[in-house]
């Protein structure tokens, strides 16, 4: 948490003209470097700090607290990190060799999940040594910094018996370009920029996994579950920073002829909100704690971590909702950064699993759905 606040108030510095000007939020970046930020959750023995999933999720709510965008950003890179390392000790063969170089090289791993989801519509093509690779993905957080972007294609024409390939290809490489399309409601600074994939070659031994057309799979499983955690975190991140900006508020105002603090109304908005911040993040400790540290990425271990982060996220709009209420007026103005936190903390409701479609899946397990979902 040390380490996350020192790059935080980096990130504090710059929130707001990265905000307004749609920047991405580049000296935080350079601060995870100096500081090793990147390397959270590498494992010790391959050059990292050896955080475990649990101290990620506190690292990452304490970066939230002092900007959405930044902790957001690195949420993508943490959690597939994450991804990295529960396939190493899973024993994939490839795992080392990228966790060594997050470690040593300060690689960036982006992802294209949040556009690709369960129905990819980008294409691959046979070729004698591999595939080449043709589409568009959206979301593409932290997409300046990258180093490499992870994703998927299908194999020929979408459809429900086609195949999903999962690979890891460099932003440098020959037919991947970026294009600058991120304008945003909310968390602007993360730069979530289009990557436009155009005849990329991709070896057939990249081919990191495989699964059917519209199901979960292990790639999916394994990514998910992993970020569910992180990304709940991280909007519980910005929710506590709010709560901290209307209790400050609340104790330095002044309503007519008493203080803010004296008001019966306010003492009970700012209960409620410790009350909701409470539940979310035992919700998310708790999730883990029933995950094990031996855990494997199943669809009932998807249930238990989205059913967190829901928790998280829907608690965590409620939060800032509060803490505006709080500030009253003064929460309009910019200059205060409760807008921002109010733009940012909506964006927990469009990462897969939605609010919603996470009771979907819950229901489905329950109803004894091994894990598709709609």
Known sequence: MDLAARVGAVAAEHAAEHDRDATFVSEAY????????????????????????????YAQAELA?????????????????????????????????????????GIVIATSGGSDWLWPTTTAVPTD?????????????QSPAATVVATCAVLGEPGADADVMHFSVPMSAPGVRLEETWDTLGMRGTASHDVVLTDLAVRADKIAGHRPYGELGAPLLAATVHFAPIGGATYFGIAAGARDMAV???????????????????????????AKLRGAWWALMGSLEELGK???????????????????????????????????????????????????VRAGTFHPLTPEATLTYAGKLALGDPGATE
């Open 30 to 57: 350079d601060a995870m470097r100096e500081h090793g930020y990147l390397a959270l959750t590498v494992p010790e023995e391959l050059g990292g700090l050896g955080a475990t999933m649990r101290q990620a999720c």
């Open 294 to 344: 031996d855990y494997t990425a199943t669809p009932e271990a998807l249930a238990t971590v989205m059913l967190a982060k829901r928790q998280a996220v829907t608690e965590a709009i409620e939060v800032v909702n509060l803490a505006m209420e709080v500030m009253g007026g003064r929460s309009f103005f910019k200059r205060f950064g409760m807008e921002r936190a109010y733009r940012d």
């Open 129 to 141: 040594t591999g595939y080449l690779v043709s589409g568009r993905k959206t979301f593409c957080s």
């Open 65 to 105: 607290r002092h900007d959405g965008a930044t902790a957001l950003s690195v949420a993508m890179h943490t959690y597939l990190t994450l991804v990295q390392s529960y396939r190493w000790r899973k024993g994939a063969p490839d795992a080392e060799a990228v966790l060594r170089r997050i470690a040593a090289e």
């Open 248 to 274: 400050a508020a609340a104790s330095a105002g002044t309503r007519g002829p008493r203080s803010m603090a004296d008001v019966p109304r306010v003492h009970r908005q700012i209960g409620l909100m410790d």
